[in-house]
């Protein structure tokens, strides 16, 4: 069955720290990646998405996310943090080719610090 | 822009009750998903629902049923309640044409069965 992995459940940084959030899937097919954030007290918002063509994909507030098919990976990345960071961040997969579910990861929770 | 809408915010039921849970999709958007994220767990495709017809189903068992109106709104029902079923009810609305959509989410309801 198709699932997805985050590596890390809960990571703790210094504010201006770098961040990679690391996120596997398990399907040979075409895929379509998301990140989403979920901050204290608000619903899940879209953070950046990958359909095809390059695959380094540049989001809101800073973030990005490299798609690299052959290791099956989707790692967010955001090279220096801030205290607003602090939010669940979960990694998805919408399979093409007529299934229309998203599949997400267990999520990663990130706190940073002042 | 009115985003995704979801009533009520707070539910809390007894086992064996039965449940309705209400979701207003974003304008424009003509496709309804449902997921439940259960505590420290990511959301998990319940079902989705376009032109009003269920459209695809996860691993949920009959308990678990839906109804697309025709102005895209929709219901979750859950029957026969399960303390298992406790939960952050999560809508999420798209557009239905083609097979890679971007899904937003609403607030969630989150049910107590106690």
């Known amino acids: 069955a198709q699932s997805v992995s985050q590596h890390n459940h809960h990571v703790i940084l210094s504010e201006a720290a770098s961040l990679e959030l690391g996120c596997n899937y398990s399907?040979?097919?075409?895929?379509?990646l998301f990140w989403y954030v979920q901050y204290p007290g608000q619903h899940l918002q879209l953070l950046l998405k990958?359909?095809?063509?390059?695959?380094l994909v540049k989001g809101i507030k800073g973030f990005e996310a490299e798609f690299i098919k052959s290791k099956f990976s989707f790692n967010l990345r955001k090279p220096s943090v801030q205290w607003s960071d602090t939010a669940e961040y979960f990694c998805?997969?919408?399979?093409?080719?007529?299934?229309?579910?998203?599949?997400f990861g267990a999520g990663t929770r990130l706190a940073v610090h002042p | 822009d009115a985003g995704v809408t979801q009533s009520p915010t707070h539910l809390i039921k007894t086992r064996g009750q039965q449940v309705t849970l209400r979701c207003s999709p974003k304008s424009g958007h003509d496709t309804v998903s449902w997921y439940q994220q259960a505590l420290g767990q990511g959301p998990q495709f319940i079902f989705q629902?376009?032109?009003?017809?269920?459209?695809q189903r996860g691993n949920f068992p009959d308990r678990f049923s839906g109804h697309q109106f025709p102005n895209y709104s929709s219901e979750l029902n859950v029957n026969a309640l399960l303390l298992g079923d406790s939960a952050l009810y999560l809508c999420?609305?798209?557009?239905?044409?083609?097979?890679?959509?971007?899904?937003?989410f609403g607030p969630g309801t989150r049910l107590l069965v106690l």
């Open positions: 998805a997969v919408l399979l093409s080719g007529g299934y229309n579910k998203l599949i």
């Open positions: 990958y359909f095809s063509g390059d695959p």
């Open positions: 399907y040979g097919g075409t895929v379509n």
């Open positions: 999420a609305s798209s557009v239905g044409q083609g097979s890679v959509e971007t899904q937003y």
């Open positions: 629902y376009y032109e009003e017809e269920e459209r």
